[in-house]
């Protein structure tokens, strides 16, 4: 993803992503690429004294990123990150998309456009009159 965005002229300096991500494979190529990750961590230990040598980069990757969850601009990655997930789980719930009964992409096209102008109707709801 890094690489089609770089082609377009846009350069990178963070990227957020799920617990999945955490690892070190997946670490190590962004700071290759001279990106910040800011994935969440899982909990729990990382590596160990039995981690095998070829191992040692991954773990080493992870403990770099366990760092940098202790900077003031992850806490700020992490909030706009819960902006973006609330709606998709609103609409996974709520709006029925987590298991929908309707089949073909036109359909299921038209419950997703619902889904969302229902929750731009609920978030309009909620603002302050300036």
């Known amino acids: ?10 350069e990178p300096t963070t ?7 955490d690892g070190g494979e997946f670490l190590l190529a962004l700071e290759a690429a001279k990106v910040t990750p ?3 961590m899982r909990a729990g230990a990382i590596g ?11 773990v080493e990757a992870r403990l770099r990123m366990r760092d940098r969850t202790a ?3 992850y806490e700020v990655s992490q909030r706009c990150r819960k902006k973006v997930e609330e709606p998709f789980g609103w609409l996974k719930t709520v709006a029925g998309l987590g298991r929908t009964k309707l089949i073909g992409r036109w359909k299921l096209k ?3 456009l619902l889904g969302a102008a229902t929750y731009n109707l609920l978030r309009l709801r909620t603002l302050q009159p300036t």
Do not use: F, S
Request: proline content about 3%; overall charge positive; glycine content about 10%.
């Open 110 to 112: 038209m419950q997703m």
């Open 48 to 58: 160990g004294p039995t981690v095998k040598k070829k191992n040692r980069a991954k």
């Open 38 to 40: 800011h994935t969440a």
């Open 1 to 10: 993803m890094t690489h089609d965005l770089r082609r377009r002229g846009i």
């Open 15 to 21: 990227l957020g992503a799920d617990k999945g991500y």
């Open 71 to 73: 900077t003031a601009e």
